[in-house]
């Protein structure tokens, strides 16, 4: 049974930091590429960051890009998300999700997604 379970989320302020991890069970974390994605309330799913299965590459949505990074241990089936600079419109629960690697690359559309998390709310005060 595939599992990926969030973690790290909380209430901070702006321009604060979280650290989100992303821990993968019953798959072979290194045949996947990994998402993260966010959606706030009455919002639709939004595309934040993606990483190729070696951890080499990697893909942010411009909103995001100089304050998130986005890395890999696949030695400890793990992703996570280092957010800093936080801002208020941050806010969202934000899922991570994986994507087998031979079905094509690493990708910003949730849609080809093959598992996802339950998620972790993220809430950024002003």
């Known amino acids: 049974q595939v599992q990926l379970v969030e973690s790290g989320g909380g209430l901070v302020q702006a321009g604060g930091s979280l650290r989100l991890s992303c821990a993968a069970s019953?798959?072979?974390?290194?045949?996947?590429?990994m998402g993260w994605f966010r959606q706030a309330p009455g919002k639709e799913r939004e595309f934040v960051a993606a990483i190729r299965w070696s951890g080499v590459n990697t893909l942010y949505v411009d909103s995001v890009k100089g304050r998130f990074t986005i890395s890999r241990d696949n030695n400890k089936n793990t992703g996570y998300l280092q957010m800093n600079s936080l801002k208020p419109e941050d806010t969202a629960t934000y899922y991570c999700a994986a994507k087998v690697r031979w079905g094509g690359d690493y990708s910003a559309s949730w849609h080809v997604y093959n598992y996802w998390g339950q998620g972790t709310q993220v809430t950024v005060s002003s």
């Open positions: 019953g798959l072979t974390f290194s045949n996947y590429h």
